[in-house]
């Protein structure tokens, strides 16, 4: 009878919502206008966490997706950006390519990705283990990383956008063809329907009133003649720019809304005893956020839209798999940092990081100092990976190299702090950008040192936004958990994003993925 108990316990399906870029205060900022049964109700109904922060740097799309459905920091589950330096190749490569694999629905090479350089089993994978993968566990986002690195090692399927037509494909890791669902789904050119129209205010641009007036410099434009105001022709832009223009609109979250349902539906999820995930991860908010900026109107238009997507996804499954019946959380995989022009012009200290004067004055410093060589082999990220055959070679000690870099970059302008390997190796002062550059760094795949820009400094224009630092802007995001197991309230105290994992997995009733975070947020919890 208690197996039995426990077993029933189990939601059927389990949903994880990740929105690329959503800053915690959001919530607040548009509350007033959100409708009642999209974040208002996953917040009335559910459970808000409203001190939850992400701990390591850079706190970008990959590593946020990492860490959120592993439950573990980028020095363990190694995807530590979404492109990196790698030593051994002398190349860059992203957190999920994979030349032996090749696209499914495409002939391009888009889908040649997996979960390969991902070194920690996630949620998606305990979950299958769990119910000896009889489960599913599906990936969907418009960008690749976002689909693939949530559903772990044996996800069932990843679906992300090919934005050369606007159509969902897939890797030959996970199957030889698109089943005939999302063949069916293609056919009917849910983006070029969807963009036809462009993209209209959703209500009258004078009831924007939480974001500055449509037409600032602090916005990029979409097209090289033109301007960042309403209306937006989407289907002009979706040809000059592929799809990634649709994807900046609102309407890409609409498209994932309608691929999560047919996923529900035709892959049967939540149907059977055995539980399933599906892991969303809206792309929109983040592309716009980069474009537009957090403080401006489209930003505005494309939340408000969002929440009434996942007022609709929230009728779906209480429809399809029932009310009390799946368990669903939402956070995001980064925050994002005032536009800095915006910043300056209300007298906010900010500014533009010049990270190619910074390579160059430091290679200049070093061969000066040290003598004509290669010193620095890549600066990414915010890492100096500095040429360790070249040290070895010469007998010269890293610490002497590591000095001489500190010297240099704690003389240019908009450097606030600099770690080398050696120092994070070792007990640090317990401050913001130490504890986030020690879990962000991995001994396997990281540089030698870490730089921390100023407050407000990013390597990123005047117009539209970025993120990837240790600060509250860029950290602080949302987690809301909602559905089976759950108790309503709202949680104060501080949390960490690794938390959302093992929480899930307690209230499921399943294994904590291999390296998650053990600290549960238990007032989250019924039981």
Not at 151 to 179: C, K, Q, R, V
Not at 212 to 237: I, K, N, Q
Not at 460 to 472: E, R
């Amino acid at each position: 009878m208690a197996c039995l108990a426990i077993a029933q316990d189990q939601p059927k399906l389990i949903v994880g919502v990740v929105v690329d870029q959503m800053r915690q205060d959001y919530l607040y900022r548009y509350w007033d206008k959100f409708g009642d049964e999209g974040f208002k109700r996953l917040i009335n109904e559910g459970h808000l966490c409203k001190n939850a922060h992400f701990n390591f740097i850079p706190t970008h799309t990959g590593p946020g997706h990492a860490t959120v459905y592993s439950g573990a920091q980028p020095k363990n589950h190694g995807i530590i950006a979404n492109n990196w330096y790698e030593r051994a190749s002398g190349d860059m490569v992203n957190c999920v390519s994979d030349p032996d694999q090749s696209s499914v629905g495409s002939e391009g090479d888009q889908g040649k990705i997996s979960p390969h350089r991902m070194l920690a089993p996630t949620l998606g994978d305990a979950i299958r283990i769990s119910n000896q993968f009889k489960g599913k566990s599906i990936g969907i986002s418009l960008k690749d990383r976002s689909a693939v690195l949530p559903i772990g090692h044996s996800g069932t399927a990843a679906y992300f956008i090919d934005h050369e037509n606007g159509n969902f494909i897939s890797s030959s890791y996970y199957m030889d063809e698109l089943p005939k669902w999302m063949k069916t789904f293609n056919k009917q050119k849910h983006a070029d329907r969807l963009s036809r129209d462009g993209w209209e205010p959703m209500l009258a641009i004078e009831r924007y009133t939480e974001s500055t007036a449509d037409d600032t410099p602090y916005e990029r434009v979409l097209t090289a003649e033109g301007r960042p105001v309403f209306p937006y022709d989407l289907p002009e832009l979706n040809k000059e720019k592929g799809y990634y223009a649709f994807g900046t609109s609102p309407f890409g979250n609409t498209i994932l809304r309608l691929l999560a349902e047919q996923a529900i539906i035709n892959e049967d999820l939540g149907q059977d005893a055995f539980t399933d995930l599906l892991s969303i991860s809206f792309s929109s908010p983040d592309l716009a956020g980069h474009v537009f900026g957090p403080q401006s109107i489209e930003v505005e238009d494309v939340y408000l839209r969002l929440d009434e997507e996942i007022a609709r996804l929230l009728t779906s499954l209480d429809e399809r798999v029932g009310k009390g019946e799946y368990l669903l959380f939402l956070t995001a995989d980064h925050a994002a940092a005032p536009v800095h022009s915006y910043m300056k012009d209300n007298k906010i200290p900010a500014e533009y990081f010049d990270a190619k004067a910074f390579q160059e004055g430091m290679i200049a410093h070093l061969n000066e100092a040290l003598g004509e060589a290669e010193w620095v082999l890549n600066y990414s990220n915010q890492q100096v990976f500095l040429n360790q055959d070249l040290m070895r070679s010469r007998k010269m000690e890293a610490k002497k190299v590591m000095e001489e870099v500190e010297r240099y970059a704690l003389s240019f302008r908009g450097v606030a702090g600099v770690l080398s390997t050696k120092q994070l190796q070792h007990p640090l002062p317990d401050d913001q950008f130490s504890t986030a550059a020690k879990n962000g760094w991995n001994q396997l795949r990281s540089g030698d040192i870490v730089i921390q820009y100023l407050p407000g400094w990013m390597q990123h224009d005047g117009q539209g936004t970025s993120h990837g630092s240790s600060y509250n802007y860029d950290s602080h995001v949302p987690i809301i958990f909602f559905g089976k197991g759950i108790a309503h309230g709202v949680t104060l105290d501080p949390v960490d994003v690794t938390q959302i994992a093992p929480t899930v997995s307690v209230a499921a009733s399943i294994a904590f993925a291999m390296m998650s975070d053990r600290e549960v947020i238990s007032g989250a919890l019924k039981h």
